[in-house]
């Protein structure tokens, strides 16, 4: 082997290896023991947001973060009046952002909008933003815990907290006929049925369950925040 030939299959080879470790370590490998929800508010009706609604899919799709990341999809009712009516849409979804609007102080509402953990909110598509906000909220400590038994949710938390009850279902694929996003074939994941909000809750407690639950949260009722969460049925997408 000449040495020109040498040297440049050495370059090569570095420059391999140095592509291989450059590349940023999986999110499931980087999140620490506490599950964290990840609320998008969206609607069908918005054409910024089908990227995010991906995002939000390739969440619920891996395998890997299932227990670990909560994906949540609230399609709010405001976009409806444009041409074309979201049919996972839903006036209570748009009333839970309002709130998180005012809990954070902000201007207003808009959509596509990512909350992470009840605290924390961005642009739904921005991937990077959603990646680290899930590494932080995940290596919180939760001060309280909550798991689902069955037909009930086992409660310990030291301080009053709210209890709320969420069935969410798999992937739906919509041809949308009207609207900003009409002509396009949209699929939405982890969609928000129904949530139930099921009253303050203190100390170590078992509470009955709505038939269909298959996510719980403990939320600050004031600052908004989700102090802890859990999910079953991990095989939801």
């Known amino acids: 082997m000449s040495r020109l030939i040498a040297i440049t299959a050495a370059v090569i080879a570095a420059a391999v290896v140095f592509?291989?470790?450059s590349q940023p370590a999986s999110l499931a490998s980087r999140v620490g023991p506490s599950p964290v929800?990840?609320?998008?508010?969206?609607?069908?009706?918005?054409?910024?947001?089908?990227?995010?609604?991906?995002?939000?899919g390739r969440i619920a799709r891996d395998a890997s973060?299932?227990?670990k990341v909560i994906p949540l999809a609230f399609h709010v009712d405001y976009w409806d009046h444009l041409?074309?009516?979201?049919?996972?849409?839903?006036?209570?979804w748009s009333q839970r952002q309002l709130e998180?609007?005012?809990?954070?102080?902000?201007?207003?509402?808009?959509?596509?909008?990512?909350?992470?953990?009840?605290?924390?909110e961005f642009v739904g598509s921005n991937e990077r933003q959603l990646y680290g906000a899930i590494e932080e909220a995940s290596k919180r400590k939760a001060p309280a815990s909550v798991a689902i038994a069955g037909d009930k949710v086992r409660v310990d938390t030291p301080r009053?907290?709210?209890?709320?009850?969420?069935?969410?279902?798999?992937a739906q694929t919509t041809n949308v006929a009207r609207g900003e996003n009409g002509g396009?074939?949209?699929?939405?994941?982890a969609i928000v049925h129904k949530l139930t909000r099921?009253?303050?809750?203190?100390?170590?407690?078992?509470?009955?369950?709505?038939?269909?639950?298959?996510?719980?949260?403990?939320?600050?009722g004031k600052t908004m925040a989700i102090v802890s969460a859990a999910a079953a049925g991990q095989n939801r997408q």
Do not use: H
């Open 184 to 189: 396009k074939t949209l699929t939405n994941y």
């Open 160 to 170: 009053e907290l709210e209890l709320i009850a969420l069935s969410v279902g798999n």
């Open 198 to 220: 099921l009253g303050a809750v203190k100390g170590q407690i078992e509470v009955p369950l709505p038939k269909g639950t298959n996510v719980v949260l403990l939320q600050d």
């Open 65 to 67: 973060l299932r227990g």
């Open 37 to 56: 929800v990840v609320e998008l508010f969206t609607s069908q009706g918005c054409s910024s947001c089908p990227p995010a609604d991906e995002l939000l």
């Open 19 to 21: 592509n291989v470790t």
């Open 100 to 120: 998180y609007v005012r809990a954070m102080g902000l201007s207003g509402a808009y959509t596509p909008q990512a909350v992470v953990g009840g605290t924390r």
């Open 83 to 92: 041409g074309w009516r979201d049919p996972f849409s839903s006036p209570q």
